[in-house]
Structure formats: structure tokens, C-alpha cells
């Protein structure tokens, strides 16, 4: 069993920053694969970024430049450090650790507003 805890959401102005992070509770976090997505108000859930067990990174088109995943296994984390914030980025985010099974954070909230 994963536990995660997500941290760093809050209230920016556009072109603001913020940092992420998600804590991960048991063993073998090297192995798993991760993900953050991100839910806005009436809208489904999107993947913003992956990070594999190898380092791999992607993201969704509308992050790109924007956005970086990347990943501490000695301290079980996952961040996403996000720059130029928009409106538009205005979301509940979540992390997810997927191996055999899959697990989520319980999210936290990021507003990007004037």
C-alpha cells in the first residue's frame, strides 16, 4: 500500500510560480512510475506530466516549456514546478504512483489569478 500527500498548491497572479510536491509512505518508490494530473471546475481530469522509473519525462502539449516533473527517490517525492502560471492552469491537482496497482494524492488546490 502508497500513501501519498500532496503540498505547495496556493494562489498565484498569472506569469507566477509554483512548486509541487508529493510524499510518497512505503518501499520501492524507485520503481513506480508517476504521474500528476490536474481536474478543473467541470472539466475531467487531464495527465499534465509523467516520470518514469528511468527518468523519461512527457508532458501535455499545453505545459510544455512551462512545466517540469521530476522525481527524488531518497526522499520518496515527486515534484512539478510550474512557471508562467496562467488562468487556465487554475486546477485541483493530484499526484498518482502506478506499478502493478495505482494510487492517488488527495490533491491540492492551485489558483492562478489577478
Known amino acids: 500500500q502508497v500513501q501519498l500527500v500532496e503540498s505547495g498548491g496556493g494562489s498565484v497572479q498569472p506569469g507566477g510560480s509554483l512548486r509541487l510536491s508529493c510524499v510518497a509512505s512505503g518501499n520501492n518508490f524507485s520503481m513506480y512510475g508517476l504521474n500528476w494530473y490536474r481536474q478543473a471546475p467541470g472539466k475531467q481530469r487531464e495527465l499534465v506530466a509523467t516520470?518514469?522509473?528511468?527518468?523519461?519525462?512527457t508532458y501535455t502539449d499545453s505545459v510544455k516549456g512551462r512545466f517540469t516533473i521530476s522525481r527524488d527517490n531518497a526522499k520518496n517525492t515527486v515534484y512539478l514546478t510550474m512557471n508562467s502560471l496562467k488562468p487556465e492552469d487554475t486546477a485541483v491537482y493530484y499526484c498518482n504512483a502506478y506499478l502493478v496497482n495505482t494510487y492517488w494524492g488527495q490533491g491540492t488546490q492551485v489558483t492562478v489569478s489577478s
Open positions: 516520470i518514469t522509473r528511468g527518468g523519461t519525462t
